[in-house]
């Protein structure tokens, strides 16, 4: 399973760091995503980064704000969130595949394994 961490309340213009890190497997092979979901919305694909690194999408929503990568050993995914936004509130939530198609990098359904989310709070 994937663990995610470092949500929490931050004011509008701060940021915040999530992390995702595997539980009992490598993430070597596996290309990570982020998402996220309001209550009562579609889970939405924000940033997507491949097993190498050189490949990364964001979604529109968040692109030069948002920033994904991997560490060197490949254990953790990272989300650094800057100049957030209210809108930028849900739970979010790290994924990871082995395979995906043309097109798949933000398409929730393509992911398998997924972590439990943590809440990310922007006040105004």
């Known amino acids: 399973q994937l663990l995610e961490s470092g949500g929490g309340l931050v004011q509008s213009g701060g940021s915040l760091r999530l992390s995702c890190a595997a539980s009992?497997?490598?993430?070597?092979?596996?290309?990570v995503a982020w998402f996220r979901q309001v209550p009562g919305k579609e889970r939405e694909g924000i940033a997507c980064?491949?097993?190498?690194?050189?490949?990364?999408d964001y979604a529109d929503s968040v692109k030069g704000r948002f920033t994904i990568s991997r560490d060197d050993a490949k254990t953790t995914v990272y989300l650094q969130m800057n100049s957030l936004k209210p809108e930028d509130t849900a739970i979010y939530y790290c994924a990871a595949q082995l395979l995906l198609g043309a097109g798949e990098e933000l398409d929730p359904m393509a992911f398998g394994t997924w972590g439990q989310g943590t809440q990310v709070t922007v006040s105004s």
């Open positions: 980064i491949s097993t190498s690194g050189m490949t990364i």
């Open positions: 009992g497997f490598s993430l070597d092979y596996y290309t």
